[in-house]
């Protein structure tokens, strides 16, 4: 095989099959029709002189060969897109782009009022667009640039993905403030006997408190479960539910802290992009300004 000889978008190709392992959501992601997706693949195949995918119940499935030279195909795509994205000279204010981000509702509420603030001012041909992409799925957001940036949980480690800390916090009791149970403090056996609120951007899964919890053999009493960061403790302060939340949270609301009655990791968030966009000019300048934005508030 001689490399003049062959399409290096087919690459593009070979790699987003690989990420998506489905056609059609490979065409959706390439901005292409489904049978260009599928002529690709065959050219592909006629190239290796092998299948490269196995369709099956579960999708495209990589052939070994296909897995052998996935790695090598992904370094060579990331090394020719940095060499452009190298080339650019980047300047803030005649910058026109769209960012893609992922963060859920408490998080954009702290970060985006300064940010877009600061991109009015500095930037004002970027615009973003945030909606919350599901934790497995971010890979494959980021990696097919769907996505442009996230800010989350690490779900996974992969060596394509980057990311930065921003801050870590503890957790705390949120009750309301004339709970008939509770005074300035509250044991493990009050804990596990209320009635919980808890927040999550997923409609089934544990959380940190949950895993926690199981490890140590316990279980709470979660009678309401919730994406809505904000209603969350409306619905605290006009009931004897317990919410278990970030300290910041206690700085907006009027609802009463409790130290924990159990030792929990922090909650660490963490700004995330995938590795082809690393040397990419204008995600470095707004990944400097939010990591600028969570220094400052840590200070």
Not at 41 to 55: G, H, I, P, Q
């Amino acid at each position: 095989m001689r490399l003049n000889r062959v399409d290096l978008n087919l690459f593009v190709v070979l790699d987003t099959i690989y990420t998506e392992r489905n056609l059609t959501r490979t065409a959706d992601v390439l901005c292409v029709t489904q049978p260009t997706v599928s002529n690709a693949l065959a050219r592909l195949r006629k190239t290796f002189n092998d299948e490269l995918f196995v369709r099956t119940p579960k999708g495209m499935v990589p052939t070994p060969l296909t897995e052998n030279i996935i790695g090598r195909v992904r370094e060579s795509l990331q090394m020719l897109e940095t060499s452009v994205l190298e080339g650019d000279v980047f300047d803030p204010q005649s910058c026109d782009r769209l960012f893609q981000l992922s963060m859920n509702d408490d998080t954009a509420a702290t970060l985006l009022p300064d940010l877009m603030e600061t991109l009015g001012r500095e930037a004002p041909g970027i615009s973003v667009q945030n909606y919350l992409v599901r934790r497995r799925e971010l890979f494959s957001a980021l990696a097919s640039g769907q996505l442009d940036l996230a800010i989350d949980v690490i779900g996974r480690a992969d060596p394509q993905l980057c990311h930065e800390p921003l801050f870590k916090e503890r957790y705390v009791c949120l009750v309301r403030p004339d709970h008939p149970d509770l005074g300035d403090s509250i044991s493990m056996e009050q804990y596990l006997a209320m009635g919980h609120v808890h927040v999550s951007s997923r409609p089934t899964g544990l959380g940190i408190v949950d895993a926690e919890l199981n490890r140590l053999g316990y279980q709470r009493d979660i009678r309401l479960r919730m994406q809505n960061h904000y209603t969350a403790p409306e619905v605290v302060g006009r009931t004897d539910l317990l919410l278990t939340a970030p300290s910041h949270w206690a700085r907006r609301t009027q609802l009463k802290a409790l130290e924990m009655p159990l030792v929990l990791p922090g909650l660490q968030l963490n700004l995330i992009w995938h590795r082809s966009a690393d040397n990419d000019q204008a995600s470095r300048w707004i990944r400097e300004k939010i990591m600028a934005f969570y220094q400052q508030i840590r200070g």
